[in-house]
């Protein structure tokens, strides 16, 4: 399949989110997590029954309870069925011991209970504030209020449910008619929500997100394409460089799109397809958590190429997204690719200076190693803009990636630096 | 010999610095690399004769013409005899090309002339902006005129003419009577003076770091001592993660102190004695670096012990202090172990969070990973202090490190976002 052709087919679904895809409600309620009660700071995603899903965790040895309780839901092997995903904002559950973990155990156990479904087929997730013991309460009220009100229109209140300091919510969904035969005629949908880098109290940047589709995969498959596309996407992402206790993303296939049809398997066009949409929607989403960083006002695209190795590339363009010289400078509007070379530099990927090429929005800065001038009120013009592209070549082999992060202002000195009280 | 009883015999040599020790004297001038005519910019250190000299570099790949012309005077090795180091601010002669080290080689060549000695016994290093071309002329000019007025009051000068963004120089001696026999009735003195993190223009955070000592060492003898010393003290301070393209650190033994007495070798008490009053000095200017960190209001100590290895508790140690959420919680006086926590979680080093202790300024904050209620008002008082300090035990071994920074404030974010103009 030749997929240039096949991303002019995906289209973006308008307002779409957690509910585009077919078989799948949602909610977002104000359970009392958070004081102010028109802030909403519980969601639930439903399937109208248990379907395949499949997670991705943190690696933080500081795991939060909803964490380890989410893993075990799946088997440990990160997919199985499930029915629920029920997140609360305001409180991370993380740092909090055996108290905590009966607490996200008995989240799930309220959930079956409304929703008529195992314990193991609820999932849980938490963001908020770190080492504060996560009350029940709010789930008891929370969610059979949710549960009451589940719809397809939830799905943007669910997205604005677990926001933490994101300014807005974020959510995007894709559809596209298989060109698969053994498909033929199914129009797919994959959809979904996330909150990003923020804290209400402060305290940790986290990752949640939800994904849907009504494609119909096997519990194991689905795991392995939402690995890989993680990987890409999400992985590629920074803000501060700080990996959060908490970060969760889940992905559930209702395969409502394709009732009575074969499930999709590895290595057909129907998994391609698949796995290019799911990128997308996971780009998007990725994309908005960098560009929703704590006090950014500049998306950063980082894409370094010629590197030794696609692991080379990847240090070196992380080292880049993680300088706070590189990150303080574009809040500054300097062109000042000095700082790039000096990350670069220091990351420890393989490379001769004398061969390295650097372009910030797409003026060349540096070549050979040396460099170019340039017209620096053309650079500020350029530098007006929502996203800021710095590119290098290494010059060192055909090694590439992309990373994405914010610049680093003011407003995030201002925003974590604040007494909590 | 016992280090603690030894460590008590050691004294700071008042407003003590690079030319202490005896057989130094040092300048610091206005060349000309700057505009403003009150702005030193141009330093010399120089031993009456040639002297067993010791040097360590940074390790940055796109590292600057100074560095790679001083590596090449030590012999590649790192170590030989030198005469002099000069030292301009302004602009750090990096990502310049082969006019570059041209223009390093003619700094070297001018300083043999006037001082009489080879070339290759003249050491360079420069710290500024990255990315123009370095001008000989302030050279021609400054290299004279230091020479001409080189003496012991000058290592004051020499300090104040290799800042940039610093705030203050930053110098430091001891002195001590060795208690070896073979050097009875010795007193050997070591002292330097270092900048820190801080740029002109801005660019690049850059140390440069000379130090003096009339102990008689030979030179492979004196790059061991130097480079075991750099590990435990420098290269334990970050500002802001981003290692520099122009780092250097010298170290020049004159002897002077015990003409005629044999060479210090290793497993001596008197290499011992040394090697701890080195340790010293480098431990005072390496705080001194972290506390003068662009935009910097606190000194951090980062302690972490019981981790499975020294190397664990090293990267546990440097992600605490890289963690621009733990530096904003510290400028803002947050006692936030929260963000100790993750940032001890998503290191790499390997530990049980059940097992996990955290204090912050004595305080005990966490407890077998769980939170310890304290007095936070309490807690507030002990923020005033010029040093916080976070002490972790991962309870997973022997392992320990130490890792200084500072807090991220506003001014590390104007300092370094301002546009350059």
């Not at 108290?99 to 087929?121: F, H, N, P």
């Not at 997100?209 to 392995?224: G, N, Y």
């Not at 055909?398 to 974590?416: E, F, P």
Request: aromatic fraction near 4%; charged fraction near 20%; glycine fraction near 10%.
């Amino acid at each position: 399949m030749d997929i240039d052709e096949f991303d002019a087919t995906i289209r973006a679904v308008p307002d779409g989110g957690v509910t585009s895809a077919a078989g799948f409600v949602a909610e977002g309620v104000h359970a009392g997590f958070r004081a102010h009660p028109d802030r909403l700071d519980m969601a639930m995603v439903v399937a109208e029954q248990p379907v395949p899903a499949a997670g991705v965790f943190t690696t933080n040895r500081f795991c939060a309870a909803p964490v380890t309780v989410s893993r075990e839901h799946l088997g440990g092997q990160g997919y199985g069925l499930a029915r629920a995903l029920v997140v609360n904002s305001g409180n991370a559950n993380a740092a909090t011991g055996e108290q905590g973990l009966a607490v996200a155990r008995e989240t799930c156990e309220i959930a079956s209970q409304v929703l008529g479904c195992e314990v193991e087929q609820v999932l849980v997730a938490s963001t908020g504030v770190i080492g504060q013991q996560l009350d029940i309460a709010p789930f008891e009220r929370g969610i059979p209020q949710a549960c009451d009100a589940l719809s397809r229109a939830g799905g943007a209140r669910a997205a604005r449910a677990i926001m933490t300091t994101d300014t807005h919510p974020k959510e995007y969904a894709v559809a596209y008619e298989s060109r698969d035969l053994t498909y033929a005629g199914c129009t797919f949908t994959v959809g979904g929500m996330v909150k990003g880098s923020g804290m209400i109290m402060p305290n940790m940047a986290t990752m949640i997100c939800c994904i849907t589709t009504d494609a119909p995969v096997a519990p194991k498959t689905l795991h392995t394409l939402l690995a890989d596309v993680v990987s890409d996407t999400f992985n590629k992402v920074t803000v501060d460089s700080d990996t959060s206790t908490n970060d969760t993303c889940v992905l559930f296939a209702s395969g409502a799109a394709a009732m009575g049809a074969p499930l999709i398997a590895e290595d057909t066009d129907a998994y391609e397809e698949l796995a290019r949409a799911l990128h997308i929607v996971c780009e998007a989403l990725a994309r908005g958590i960098a560009a929703d960083g704590e006090g950014a006002t500049k998306l950063v695209t980082v894409n370094v190429m010629g590197a030794a190795s696609d692991e080379d590339a990847d240090i070196a363009a992380r080292a880049v997204a993680n300088s706070p010289l590189v990150k303080t400078a574009i809040a500054g509007h300097d062109c000042n690719w000095g700082r790039v070379a000096g990350a670069l530099g220091k990351s420890g990927a393989a490379f001769d200076q004398r061969n390295v090429s650097i372009d910030i929005m797409d003026i060349p800065v540096c070549r050979a190693g040396l460099a170019v001038p340039f017209d620096e009120d053309e650079a500020l013009r350029r530098f007006e803009a929502p996203e800021i592209i710095i590119s290098a070549d290494l010059g060192a082999g055909d090694g590439s990636a992309t990373i994405w992060t914010c610049d680093l202002t003011h407003d995030y000195v201002r925003i974590n630096g604040d007494y909590r009280s």
